[in-house]
């Protein structure tokens, strides 16, 4: 008699094609600017994905004075939903060297279509800052 258990018929996700990807970037120093988004993913047909962390740091690199909000956040977008942001960071101080860095672990499933954006904001009247966002992702078979 076979015992077959239905359960292990299907390969991890991370045989099924399994490819390590970031998604992110790298820049600064930046000046104030509007809501921009700086990078986005969309899951491709036949493809699942998993987050598997996301880190935001944000550094001023150059003093301002009035109005120092500096934001960074990503958002998530299902295929056809309306988007939701997963993690958020923020400088609300314009003094040179203020720092805010913010780390989000989680195995969270994206399915063909979703969307990962990106988007920075500074409403400064001056000064500069540093950007450095990443999510590690892992793309694999439906």
């Known amino acids: 008699m076979d015992i077959v258990n239905a359960a292990s018929s299907r390969a991890a996700f991370y045989d099924r094609n399994a490819t390590a990807l ?27 994905t998993i987050i598997n ?6 550094l001023r690199t150059t003093a301002t004075a009035a109005g120092p909000q500096v934001q960074s956040y990503y958002t998530y977008i299902p295929n056809g939903g309306v988007d939701q942001i ?10 040179v060297g203020d ?17 990962l954006t990106i988007t920075t ?16 992702i892992t793309e694999f078979d439906f």
């Open 121 to 136: 904001g500074d409403a400064s009247a001056g000064g500069d800052v540093f950007y450095s966002n990443h999510a590690m």
């Open 86 to 95: 997963i993690i958020f960071n923020s400088i609300l101080l314009g003094t």
């Open 22 to 48: 970031t998604v992110g970037f790298l820049v600064g120093p930046i000046g104030p600017h509007g809501a921009t988004v700086r990078d986005s993913y969309t899951v491709p047909a036949g493809r699942k």
């Open 99 to 115: 720092r805010a860095s913010n780390q989000l672990g989680l195995e969270f499933v994206m399915y063909p279509g979703d969307e």
């Open 53 to 58: 962390a996301i880190d935001i740091v944000l």
